[in-house]
């Protein structure tokens, strides 16, 4: 499933980073992975849920690693008050918690992606980037607790009260995992225009990501989670 905030400067310009672990070890260990790569750089770190909020808000950056478990506020409070007042930012969570109530408290409060702390380096990266491209990343184990979770739990509604007929399509493609130039390609438009498409859904259900729109057509049964 990937995940989407429009960015058409994204790839003219390094992605900027916010990290955000109470272990300084990993912290470090993750910045020295991010900024061996020449279009990744990390701008700012946060030892807790209220320093990642205050840094997030100094920084903007348009992607946050972000932790769960932290003392006082944590991963979960943290991304929920980030995603107040930056909608368009990727959180991209990185945990060793893949229990259901972490998942999909983190979905909803606007996490973009969902990776466990055994991924690859490689994966890791690509998630990184897919999430700075407006799409999603969630680890084999989650998309698997999403696809169980809303498979049994759908709430059917007519998909004409909030989207367009094309805007049903994007998001329908998109919930695939297809990114915004193969939706492109497959509706035979514009990258630009899948982006003006995608803009347009999120400010019609009032989300900030590809992942909450999916999961919001999934719950109405716009969306067969099966395409997951």
């Given amino acids: 499933?990937?995940?989407?905030?429009?960015?058409?400067?994204?790839?003219?310009?390094?992605?900027?980073?916010?990290?955000?672990?109470?272990?300084?070890?990993?912290?470090?260990?993750?910045?020295?992975?991010?900024?061996?790569?020449?279009?990744?750089?990390?701008i700012g770190e946060a030892d807790s849920g209220e320093d990642a909020v205050a840094k997030a808000r100094q920084l903007t950056p348009d992607v946050i690693l972000m932790d769960v478990s932290m003392p006082g506020m944590n991963g979960i409070e943290a991304t929920r008050a980030i995603k107040a007042f930056l909608p368009g930012?990727?959180?991209?969570?990185?945990?060793?918690?893949?229990?259901?109530?972490?998942?999909?408290?983190?979905?909803?409060?606007?996490?973009?992606?969902?990776?466990?702390?055994?991924?690859?380096?490689?994966?890791?990266?690509?998630?990184?980037?897919?999430?700075?491209?407006?799409?999603?990343?969630?680890?084999?184990?989650?998309?698997?607790?999403?696809?169980?979770?809303?498979?049994?739990?759908?709430?059917?509604?007519?998909?004409?009260?909030?989207?367009?007929?094309?805007?049903l399509e994007v998001l329908r493609i998109a919930a695939t995992g297809r990114t915004n130039k193969e939706i492109a390609r497959d509706l035979d438009i514009s990258p630009r225009t899948v982006q003006v498409h995608l803009a347009n859904i999120f400010s019609k259900l009032g989300v900030g990501s590809r992942t909450e729109a999916v999961l919001y057509g999934i719950k109405r049964g716009w969306i067969d989670p099966k395409l997951l």
């Fill in 89 to 167: 930012v990727g959180v991209l969570v990185l945990t060793s918690y893949d229990d259901d109530a972490y998942v999909f408290a983190l979905l909803e409060a606007g996490a973009a992606g969902y990776l466990l702390k055994n991924t690859s380096e490689d994966d890791l990266l690509g998630a990184v980037r897919a999430v700075a491209a407006g799409e999603s990343a969630l680890h084999p184990a989650v998309a698997r607790k999403v696809l169980e979770r809303f498979s049994t739990q759908q709430t059917p509604s007519p998909p004409e009260d909030a989207l367009s007929p094309r805007e």
């Fill in 1 to 42: 499933m990937h995940d989407a905030d429009p960015r058409p400067d994204a790839a003219a310009r390094p992605i900027t980073l916010l990290l955000v672990d109470d272990h300084p070890v990993v912290r470090k260990g993750t910045r020295e992975l991010l900024e061996g790569e020449p279009d990744l750089h990390v």
